[in-house]
């Protein structure tokens, strides 16, 4: 059944712009120097080898493309919900709310997967039990205003940029330029894999766009914070995988489940691996912040338009963030975590990520040339490369996350059926 369109005098009040440049970058460096950088090497370094260098450049590439395609749509779009919002105006109803769709289940997964990951490295004998408490801080510290957030999530990056630098200063102590050999054992399928692999690394830029509606003057905000939050995360990225190749080499990196954690103990530093363990954390809860805020307002944005329940369309009006569907995310992570098993749920969100981005570069093709639209090339290399990629995941992720979205897609065309609205009423 449709969800009951509210009465006109009773339109979702607008969220506050408080956010500059440097509070959206901080936003979008949070999620993208996450847990991401301590882990995302390993699995690279197995499809790939050395090889996940050369991975490495491609899965920046196509977030290059996407993060022009998200920054000028954002500009002109500079509302909640990111693609969802993108794909709903430019491509029509149905693309919006696919885009949403895979963000908000693969996300919410995301969100989950971080939060395991935090307690694993803060307390291990208790990874879930203190994955729902981070849960529960951050979501109490998301509902007492995004300002807040933002301010922490400076401190989290500041630690984890702290902690990288040290690994990487630590690395080069034993390094070995043979390590570094191109394509030892890696083939092209494998170079493809480890780049979708890391493009999940990449995709923090999202939260920038998806917090539109919150941003200072967005029509040059945002155009100048999403380049410079991944060309930032790519120097770090490059960085580290660099350093973690030349101390131990790809093999040793591929079989590690603690990558950085390997490469720092061949080093023999005292210190070193509690270090990376406690950056690993932080960068965690920085991942963790980061996606509570953006799965919150995509919902927001999808409950205006009658794809969600309509009260997680609700604003607070003292704090200005949707009290709703902040509760209503965590509350579905706090369920994630304490019942599910997410091993395999990084894969599934990955391939949700670049359904989304494929989303995304087809609605910046849609932007007519008074827009300021991007040079025609890149939303259409996106596009290609996010379909590229996303086969070449392994194919558990590719299947999952192929019925996932037809489930989404079954839903739509159900509700439409009977009559449900596309959007909300005015």
């Keep these: 059944m449709p969800f009951p369109a509210p009465a006109p005098s009773a339109r979702p009040a607008a969220l506050a712009r408080r956010l500059g440049t440097g509070d959206a970058v901080m936003v979008g460096l949070g999620s993208m120097i996450g847990a ?38 954002a500009a002109r779009h500079p509302e909640s919900g990111g693609t969802y919002v993108y794909g709903r105006e430019r491509l029509g109803p149905f693309w919006g709310y696919l885009a949403g769709w895979a963000f908000v289940v693969g996300k919410t997964a995301s969100c989950a997967a971080m939060a395991m990951t935090a307690g694993a490295y803060i307390w291990p ?16 510290l998301n509902l007492h205003g995004v300002q807040k957030a933002v301010w922490l999530t400076r401190a989290i990056v500041a630690i984890t940029l ?34 979708g692999l890391l493009f999940f690394a990449f995709a923090g830029y999202a ?56 490469a720092v103990a061949a080093t023999d530093l005292d ?25 919150s307002r995509t919902a927001l944005a999808m409950a205006r338009d009658g794809h969600m329940p309509r009260v997680l369309a609700a604003v607070d009006t003292t704090h200005q963030v949707p009290r709703h569907a902040v509760i209503a995310v965590g509350a579905a992570v706090v369920l994630l975590v ?3 098993d997410l091993r395999g749920a990084i894969g599934f969100s990955s391939f949700g990520v670049l359904a989304y981005y ?42 999952w996350g192929a019925a996932v979205l037809a489930t989404g897609a079954v839903i739509w065309f159900v509700r439409t059926s009977r009559g449900a609205p596309d959007r909300a009423a005015p």
């Design 271 to 295: 210190g070193g691996t509690t270090a990376v363990r406690v950056g690993a954390a932080v960068a965690a809860l920085g991942a963790l912040l980061g996606l509570l805020l953006g799965v």
């Design 207 to 262: 939260r920038i766009a998806t917090l539109g509606e919150e941003v200072r003057d967005p029509a040059r905000t945002i155009p100048r914070a999403i380049p410079i939050a991944l060309g930032i995360a790519l120097v770090v990225y490059v960085a580290v995988a660099v350093a973690a190749l030349l101390a131990v080499g790809a093999d040793q990196l591929g079989s590690a489940t603690a990558p950085l954690d390997t």
């Design 36 to 73: 991401g950088v301590f882990a995302a090497v390993g699995p690279a370094a197995r499809a790939a080898g050395s090889g996940l260098l050369v991975g490495l450049g491609i899965a920046a590439a196509v977030a290059y493309c996407n993060a022009t395609s998200s920054a000028r749509l």
């Design 162 to 195: 702290t902690v990288l630098a040290f690994v990487v200063a630590a690395c080069l102590t034993s390094a070995d330029a043979a390590r570094l050999e191109p394509f030892p054992d890696a083939s092209l399928y494998g170079v493809l894999q480890s780049a």
């Design 358 to 399: 494929a989303v995304a570069n087809a609605s910046a093709l849609k932007l007519r040339s008074d827009e300021n639209p991007p040079p025609r090339a890149l939303p259409v290399l996106g596009l290609l490369g996010c379909v590229v990629l996303a086969a070449t995941l392994p194919w558990r992720s590719v299947a």
């Design 125 to 140: 004998e208790y990874t879930r039990a203190t994955g729902v408490g981070a849960v529960a801080l951050l979501t109490l």
């Design 338 to 340: 304490g019942l599910v």
